[in-house]
Nanobody
Framework: QVQLVESGGGLVQAGGSLRLSCAAS????????MAWYRQAPGKQRELVAS???????TYADSVMARFTISRDNHKNTVYLQMSSLKPEDTAVYYC??????????WGQGTQVTVSS
């Protein structure tokens, strides 16, 4: 059973930084594609960034050059380093995993609030 536990969210002023972490269990982490999504009030959930098992990364245009996704296969953890945060980055951030063996799964989400 896929279990993803996010941490690191909180309240930060515009221009500040936060690092989100997602600890995974129940999957073979090293072969899984991992991603971060976010959902703001009244909006659809959107992809923020993803990283494949080979380390290939993709980013939403809105976070390019400000956010960095990375993974530590020894710790079964994926990170999202967020810098130059803007009020429009305020959302619940969700960790997501996908692999051919374990299927896909979601974390419970962590709130990020950026004040202006």
């Amino acid at each position: 059973q896929v279990q993803l536990v996010e941490s690191g969210g909180g309240l930060v002023q515009a221009g500040g930084s936060l690092r989100l972490s997602c600890a995974a269990s129940g999957i073979i982490f090293s072969i899984s594609t991992m991603a971060w999504y976010r959902q703001a009030p009244g909006k659809q959930r959107e992809l923020v960034a993803s990283i494949t098992s080979q380390g290939t990364t993709t980013y939403a245009d809105s976070v390019m050059a400000r956010f960095t996704i990375s993974r530590d296969n020894h710790k079964n953890t994926v990170y999202l380093q967020m810098s130059s945060l803007k009020p429009e980055d305020t959302a619940v951030y969700y960790c997501y995993s996908r692999s051919k063996i374990a299927g896909s799964g979601w974390g419970q989400g962590t709130q990020v609030t950026v004040s202006s």
